[in-house]
Each structure stands twice: as C-alpha cells, then as structure tokens.
C-alpha cells in the first residue's frame, strides 16, 4: 500500500502489481501441492449381496418409553450404525441400505460384478440340483397306487371303528340291570331297546 504526498488524500491506495504477482504465486503453489498429492480415486468393491438377515420383526408391536436422555440407537425406529441415523419405518429402513449413501458408507460402489457364462452355468446346475432335492419324482402308477392304498386303509379302519361301537353296545345290554333301581324310578331298565 502506497500514499500519495498529498496530505487531503485519506483514502489508501493499492499497489495492483504487487497483489497481482501475490495472486499469482499463490495460485502457482496450490497447482504444485495438487500435483503432488496423489489424485487417484478412492477404490470401492463391486456390490455384493448381503451375507446378514435383515431383522425387521424385533420391534413389532413392543413399545419404548423415549426421553431426552435415550441415546439414538435406542430410541423409536430403525437404527442404522453405519451412518448414524435413524429410519422411522421399515419400508424407508430398507430402502437406506439399499440406497446410495449406505453402500457408499460400506466402501461399495453401487456397480455390479457382470458374471461369466460358466459362473451362470454353475448357478443354474445348483439351483436344478435343489429343485431335484426338493421334488420326489413319481409315476403317474406308482401315485394312483398308493392313493388306492391310502383309500382301502381309511376304509378299513372305518370298518374297524364301527366294530368297536357295535361291541361296547353289545357290552352294555349284557350287563346285570339292578332292576329294584329300574322297578323305584317306573321303568323295567336302563339299557336300550335297540339291538
């Protein structure tokens, strides 16, 4: 900063050339310091599935008695650690981690690993592998067969059910009537007309 020599001038004055080469040496130092920084972006992992369950049923229907003291991660909805935040619902919980900030708090990118065709081939023999576990492979014979089999066993045993009802009414018209019982109360006895 410079001054004229007249005294009526207060005003200060400004030495552009000097600022200018200032500006400039400044600007030279942070092109320096940003060449030797290392500029290489941050690597993130493809996107993975995830190897957890999610657990979206621990606090249905419970209640929670929140004060001003109730840390977050206590505190009414989902909590999530990784960003430090809570989700008030499950449906909005869900869609945080899956979202773009949560992945990007994992360290992933929110790019996907493209699969070779022998990977789809291998996934495809253990998925058909699974299936083949889960399914019992019948004939249509050997089905109907076992149905008829099913059948003549309930039909037995319907027939057998019958015979023990038959019985035990056989059982109690053969019992001794106390008939001095049957002569007080008016009737000739307890057992029923029917044979």
């Not at 400004?14 to 200032?22: A, F, I, M, Q, V």
């Not at 999610?54 to 989902?78: E, F, H, M, R």
């Not at 996934?123 to 050997?142: A, G, I, P, S």
């Amino acid at each position: 900063m410079s001054s004229t020599g007249r005294p009526d001038d207060h005003r200060r004055k400004w030495n552009k050339d000097e600022y200018e080469k200032l500006a400039r040496k400044r600007l030279m130092d942070d092109l320096e310091d940003d060449r030797s920084k290392d500029l290489s972006p941050v690597k993130r992992e493809m996107l993975k599935q995830r190897d957890y369950r999610v657990d979206l049923d621990s606090k249905l229907g419970k209640s929670v008695v929140i004060t001003k003291a109730t840390p977050s991660s206590q505190s009414g909805g989902y909590y999530c650690n990784v960003c430090d935040c809570v989700v008030k619902d499950s449906i909005n919980f869900l869609d945080h981690i899956n979202g773009k900030k949560h992945q990007r708090n994992l360290g992933m990118s929110m790019k996907i690993e493209r699969s070779s065709l022998d990977q789809v081939k291998k996934r495809f023999e253990t998925n058909k592998k699974k299936m083949e576990e889960k399914k019992k492979d019948y004939d249509l014979e050997q089905r109907l067969r076992e149905l008829k089999e099913e059948e003549e066993k309930l039909k037995e045993y319907r027939k057998e059910k019958k015979k023990d009802k038959k019985r035990k009414h056989d059982d109690l018209e053969d019992e001794p009537q106390n008939d001095e019982m049957a002569a007080l109360m008016g009737f000739s006895g307890f057992g029923s007309s029917k044979k």
